[in-house]
């Protein structure tokens, strides 16, 4: 056998094989909506298709799970509400708004297109919204989202341990999450879905491999070389610290880690951490701070509506950017929306995630007595978590329209639909919040 059959032989079996779990899945998603929530996060985040090679490469899957999962919707006749407060109006709010601003962007016609994807992502929000309202079926997405992206910090810590650290880890191809700042920022989002995870197994080898996932996962995040990475990693860590159950164990834990780990680090990667102090010497760094005067500059032009999606272009930059020939891409959530959708479309994007945030906080407050609900307790504090990790993180990074934190934002609400039922609403004037049925 020729040497190229032989490699085509594998790439072909992991085609058939990702193609009839899809397909094979499709019946029982039209039965039972909620396992296409799971199918298409699993696409959607770990995304075996692109690591097929073959005829699996480009195929429709998450097309096709959503069209099941929209057919399984209208024909499942389970009651299904949207919780509506606060956080899902100002959410509703921001999608209506990014129709608004692509309709008068300065490029609408690549703008049009932008917003599709991103309409698409928003749309795969609310049906989690409608269809997870269960306390199973939202650990069932923590588990999917969880182990989705971190096959990739689990592989990539493999991979940093045999190599010394010497090459970067990147994410799949053709994704948000390629780059090896972007799966690092990921990473960093899934790393306490794990740490609650890991508390609420029984089995103690399960609970150990959830512990060595999330150490390789840190080797991953370190083996990005993004300094973004380290600065939202370091935040993260310091937010798992604090809402953690035995703060002392935890905090030996992480200084015992981080002492065992920096003799091994190489040279190469301290060289790059430094530049942090060092930004101005930095093309790089330079680069991205350019970008922001651009997005301020446009913002400040097209106070309302912003430049639109697809904004970031060359020629805008000739007539925004301080340095009109250094052009770069947002690399910032904060200056990506603004410069995007305005400083409207900013002010609803933060109250987006100051208020999932607050909604941990009420999650918390209320079930601390009560043991029955403690897994909401614990979930709702690892969202923050993973929240700070994103906040952080995305200073640094344009991923104001990646999947990943709606679904955080899905999760908290979720839960705490849940835990509305347990207790009732009335537990004083923030607690109100109400389910329209559909």
């Known amino acids: 056998m020729e040497e190229g059959e032989a490699g085509a032989r594998p790439r072909l079996m992991r085609d058939l094989l990702i193609t009839l779990i899809v397909f094979g899945a499709v019946p029982w998603i039209i039965q039972r909506p909620h396992i296409g929530i799971l199918v298409w996060s699993w696409l959607a985040y770990m995304n075996p298709h692109r690591m097929s090679w073959g005829f699996a490469y480009n195929l429709p899957f998450s097309a096709v799970t959503a069209l099941a999962i929209f057919v399984g919707f209208l024909v499942n006749k389970e009651p299904k509400r949207i919780p509506v407060n606060g956080l899902t109006i100002v959410w509703g709010l921001f999608v209506f708004w990014m129709i608004v601003t692509t309709i008068f962007a300065v490029h609408p016609d690549f703008a049009l297109v932008e917003m599709k994807k991103t309409m698409k992502i928003q749309l795969m929000t609310l049906m989690t919204l409608l269809l997870m309202a269960k306390r199973e079926r939202i650990e069932q997405l923590v588990w999917v989202i969880a182990f989705s992206i971190g096959y990739f910090g689990i592989k990539g810590g493999v991979f940093t341990i045999l190599t010394a650290g010497q090459y970067r880890v990147w994410g799949p191809p053709e994704t948000f999450i390629e780059g090896n700042n972007e799966i690092a920022l990921a990473l960093i989002i899934i790393m306490p879905l794990m740490r609650y995870l890991q508390q609420r197994v029984e089995n103690v080898w399960l609970s150990r491999a959830i512990i060595g996932s999330m150490v390789l996962s840190g080797f991953s995040i370190l083996a990005s070389y993004s300094r973004g990475a380290l ?105 990506e929306v603004l410069g995007e959708q305005g400083f409207v479309g900013l002010v609803l994007f933060l109250t987006i995630w100051f208020l999932t945030h607050r909604t941990g906080t009420w999650i918390i407050r209320r079930t601390q007595a009560r043991p029955e609900l403690a897994w909401a307790h614990d979930l709702a504090a690892m969202l923050q978590v993973s929240l700070v990790g994103y906040l952080v993180g995305g200073a640094f990074l344009g991923l104001a329209y990646f999947d990943l934190p709606y679904h955080i934002m899905a999760l908290m609400l979720l839960t705490r639909a849940e835990v509305e039922k347990v207790i009732g609403k009335d537990s004083g004037p923030t607690a109100h919040s109400s389910g329209q049925q559909l």
């Open 231 to 335: 600065l939202a990693g370091t935040a993260m860590v310091l937010s798992l610290w604090w809402k953690g159950r035995n703060r002392f164990s935890v905090a030996l834990v992480i200084f015992l880690l981080a002492v065992s780990i920096y003799p091994f680090v190489p040279e190469k990667w301290t060289s790059r951490m430094e530049t942090i102090n060092t930004y101005e010497e930095d093309a790089s760094a330079m680069g991205r701070i350019n970008a922001w005067h651009f997005a301020w500059n446009l913002a400040s032009d097209r106070p309302l509506t912003g430049g639109g999606f697809q904004a970031f272009t060359e020629q805008m930059f000739l007539i925004y950017a301080p340095d009109p020939f250094d052009y770069h891409d947002a690399h910032s959530i904060y200056f």
